[in-house]
């Protein structure tokens, strides 16, 4: 069965650092793959999408990149962080062949200060 | 902007009651998902409906979707208290454009609190 790991869960960075965000799926190959941000009490905006490596699109201009190395693997990164990155950070992968349903990690909770 | 957005914004209820939300969407779609979201928790996948769809039910579930109205509706119907969390709609775009293909975006949700 397909399973989507996301790390690190929780993080607290000062204004000026730089981000890494890990998402990886196991059980299944050529993924659509996902990063959303969702801020407190807010839906969920849609950052970055991925249909293959090295093809991202982004959907918002942005303080953050994203890569995908492998096939498997997303990262959610920026170079210096702001205040306004705070925010619950969700990779999700793409069932399109089947349900085309979405399926979520458990989340990074990403404090800038 | 093709992002569903949900009615009303909170419900609170009694166990037992029947809980309906809502959401309204802007353009064309292909289909329409429902997710629920338990706090601070990733998203969980409840129901999609397609276009040419109607009605869907999936046990306690109800999904209705009006295409002429852009809404749909989720009913839980006997709520528990384990039913308290966010619930989102998401739209898919239409395939036949091409230009959304793949994404699925979502609405600020309806937070849903069941009271034993």
């Known amino acids: 069965s397909q399973t989507i790991h996301q790390w690190p869960a929780t993080l607290v960075q000062p204004v000026g650092s730089p981000l890494s965000l890990e998402c990886t799926v196991e059980?299944?190959?050529?993924?659509?793959l996902y990063w959303y941000r969702q801020a407190a009490g807010r839906g969920l905006q849609l950052l970055f999408y991925?249909?293959?490596?090295?093809?991202i699109s982004s959907e918002v201009p942005q303080n953050l990149s994203a890569s995908r190395p492998q096939d498997r693997q997303f990262i959610l990164s920026s170079k210096k962080l702001l205040l306004s990155d705070s925010g619950f950070y969700l990779c999700a992968w793409r069932d399109l062949y089947n349900t085309g349903e979405l399926f979520f990690g458990e989340g990074s909770r990403l404090t800038v200060l | 902007s093709q992002q569903g957005e949900e009615d009303p914004q909170a419900l609170s209820i009694q166990e037992g009651e029947n809980a309906t939300m809502n959401c309204s969407y802007k353009?064309?779609?292909?289909?329409l998902q429902w997710y629920r979201q338990n706090s601070g928790r990733g998203l969980v996948h409840l129901i999609l409906?397609?276009?040419?769809?109607r009605e869907k039910h999936s046990g306690r579930l109800r999904v209705t979707l009006d295409t002429s109205k852009k809404s749909s509706s989720l009913l839980i119907t006997a709520s528990r208290a384990a039913d308290t969390a966010s619930y989102f709609c998401?739209?898919?775009?239409?395939?036949?454009?091409?230009?959304?293909?793949?994404?699925?975006?979502f609405g600020r949700g309806t937070q849903l609190t069941v009271w034993p």
């Open positions: 409906i397609r276009s040419n769809e």
């Open positions: 998401a739209t898919a775009g239409d395939l036949g454009r091409g230009s959304t293909l793949g994404r699925l975006y």
């Open positions: 991925s249909v293959g490596i090295g093809q």
């Open positions: 353009t064309s779609i292909n289909n």
């Open positions: 059980g299944t190959s050529n993924p659509n």
